[in-house]
């Protein structure tokens, strides 16, 4: 089996086929376009620190060997980034069913047994589906996050305001141009400096700071000025963190987005990355002890700040909370901070909003931007949507093939992913056009320290609706679906999704039912929950559609279950009656 390492790839362009079918080809195209924006290519890690595209080198080439020679009505069944099997199904029927990262009595060390036996990859939300789009695939969420601050604290707007966070990889890269989108200024920090420089190459960071004192007078000036402006600055968030508390330097938001779900990509305190690399290589149970001691440390600092008044502190996702109380620290002390989707993005979800996106197969900046034109054509009335396309069209840089982040919810999902499809049917855009999301949606992941938690119905451990989430999409004939586990090891599920606009009749068939299908069952999980927003959208009242949802019951804590109220069958008082 053909086991060559690839250092680069580039994802195909244009309206050349390789394979038996555009499914197919976009799925390939995906899958290249990870690999373009990857962070170590060459190890098949896509992103947040171990987030892997496929198992090992057999493994990817055997996927692209299987998506070129498969036929239209054939399935290709991927186990943890290994292609075990490709099976006759029906044209209608998903290209690509993938598992990952799925483990029983998951904790990290027999997470990395399994890993090093080659039975497993970590997925991370979108690098196992290939769905990643570079830094920008997150860049809305974040936005919208210190939008909802800005509302709740500072008389909306961010203009003048200071950002201190940490992280500056694949995602995290995303918090600083978020923030000058807002207007204000960011002092992200990462100890990896080539890291910042190439962000700063990209275009998500403005500039690198000597060291933390300097980047805190560029913010102050900046903010004073009230002129939008992302800041770098090298070192360890654990030691940046408390020398900017000690130094007395307030910022008006403190959060961060290193990779604390996994212990072994968090660099401990006082080590660079090339002495973590030794170390980790060399002693990895000291490593993991190391790390989660600064990350108790980070995550004190990160509590020492929400004391002070005045001053925006959560955690952005990353588990800190959830790895400092496995590493020790108490319950209370741990949870000080809330996380950001229970405390600010949840009503979006109500609306079954979340990071949907669309990636253009052709390549071409112009099918972008005639997609941008599209949204402010059918939603001129959504100004969270109006806003976040013109912003991200002047503030975002294209990172391989041209792709937009966007939080249209249920209803508007369906009607522009069909209006899409007729674009494509009729030349406009020129070649098809895939649609999926960040696993942090709307109805597709069970977290109980993240996306599900502190729910209204107390359910943060219910992982039925990812279950439901990957059900439903398959019988509404997605293109592929993935069941994963990701986050802190045992931590959460979630699914990935992707659906195609290749122009035919087939493909309406098939986006209006799984467009309808993946935002829904989010709408309804938060119906069911006790969400009154979420009510309103399933009973076609929402405010961005009147398309609705047959729900048979609506949940309650009051329930019948047996005689004298039983919830279990008490077999000595049990009687038949006539």
């Known amino acids: 089996m053909k086991n060559e390492i690839l250092y680069e790839v580039k994802a195909q362009r244009g309206s050349t086929l390789r394979c038996k079918g555009w499914k197919q080809e976009t799925l390939l195209r995906m899958l290249e376009n990870n ?20 198992r090992n080198w057999e493994s990817y080439h055997a996927i692209v060997e299987s998506l070129k020679t498969m036929e239209n009505n054939e399935t290709l069944v991927v186990q943890s980034g290994m292609p075990i099997a490709i099976f006759k199904t029906h044209r209608l029927a998903p290209r690509v069913v993938m598992a990952t990262t799925n483990i029983m009595k998951a904790d990290w060390p027999t997470f990395y047994d399994l890993q090093e036996k080659n039975l497993t990859i970590f997925a991370q939300y979108t690098a196992a589906p290939w769905q990643y789009i570079g830094t920008q695939g997150v860049i809305q969420g974040t936005f919208e996050t210190l939008g909802a601050i800005a509302d709740r604290h ?4 961010l203009a003048g305001r200071i950002l201190l966070t940490a992280g500056h990889g694949g995602m995290g890269a995303n918090q600083p141009r978020a923030m000058s989108m807002h207007g204000g200024v960011c002092i992200d920090v ?22 933390l004192k300097e980047a805190v007078e560029m913010a102050k000036a900046a903010a004073l000025e009230k002129k939008p402006l992302a800041i770098g600055v090298v070192g360890n968030a654990a030691s940046l963190f408390w020398e900017a508390y000690e130094m007395d330097f307030k910022p008006d938001i403190v959060t961060e987005m290193c990779p604390c779900h996994d212990p072994l990509s ?16 060399n002693d990895r149970d000291l490593y993991l002890e190391k790390a989660r001691k600064s990350m108790v440390r ?48 949840r009503p979006l979800f109500c609306e079954g909003r979340g990071p949907f996106r669309w990636t253009c197969m052709s390549g ?23 806003k976040g396309i013109n912003l991200a069209r002047k503030n975002l840089p294209i990172e391989a093939l041209p792709a937009r982040v966007c939080y249209l919810g249920f209803g508007e999902r ?62 509404a004939m997605c293109d592929l679906i993935a069941i994963q586990a990701n986050y802190s090891m045992g931590e959460a ?12 009749e087939e493909a309406d068939l098939r986006l209006d039912a799984c467009m309808t299908t993946d935002s829904g069952i989010g709408v309804v999980r938060h119906a069911q929950a006790g969400y009154e927003t979420a009510r309103k959208v399933a009973n076609g009242k929402g405010k961005l559609t009147t398309d609705s949802i047959k729900v048979p019951l609506w949940w309650s804590p009051k329930a019948t279950f047996g005689p004298e109220g039983g919830h279990q069958l008490r077999r000595s008082s049990h009687t038949k009656k006539d």
């Not at 100890?191 to 700071?209: H, L, P, S, W």
């Not at 990160?302 to 319950?331: L, Q, W």
């Not at 406009?428 to 119905?457: Q, W, Y």
Request: hydrophobic share 40%; proline share 4%; charged share 30%.
């Open 493 to 504: 599920v979630h699914t990935g999704v992707t659906m195609i606009a290749d122009g035919s």
């Open 35 to 54: 690999m373009e924006n990857a962070e170590a290519p060459e190890y098949l890690v896509i992103y947040g620190g171990i987030g892997k595209c496929a």
């Open 190 to 211: 990462d100890v990896n400096e080539e890291i910042i420089d190439k962000r700063i190459q990209i275009g998500f960071t403005d500039i690198k700071a000597k060291n």
């Open 266 to 281: 968090y660099i401990p305190e006082g080590y660079s990355p090339e002495e973590a690399d030794e170390l980790r290589s």
């Open 154 to 157: 500072f008389k909306n707007s």
């Open 298 to 345: 980070q995550l004190r600092a990160m509590n020492a700040y929400a004391g002070k008044n005045g001053v925006h502190v959560f955690e952005y996702g990353t588990s800190i909370r959830k790895e400092c109380r496995d590493a020790g620290m108490p319950e209370e002390e741990a949870m000080i901070i809330p996380g950001f989707v229970a405390e600010y993005i």
């Open 364 to 386: 071409d900046a112009s099918d972008l931007a005639r997609l941008d034109d599209l949204g402010l054509e059918m939603f001129p009335e959504d100004k969270l949507t109006v």
């Open 414 to 475: 369906k009607a522009f992913a069909l209006k899409v499809n007729e674009l494509v049917k009729k030349g406009e855009i020129h070649a098809p056009v895939a649609f999926s999301r960040d696993n942090l949606d709307s109805g597709s992941i069970v977290n109980p320290t993240f996306e599900s938690e502190k729910m209204k119905d107390g359910g943060d451990l219910i992982s039925d609706w990812p279950m439901l989430n990957a059900l439903l999409n398959c019988a």
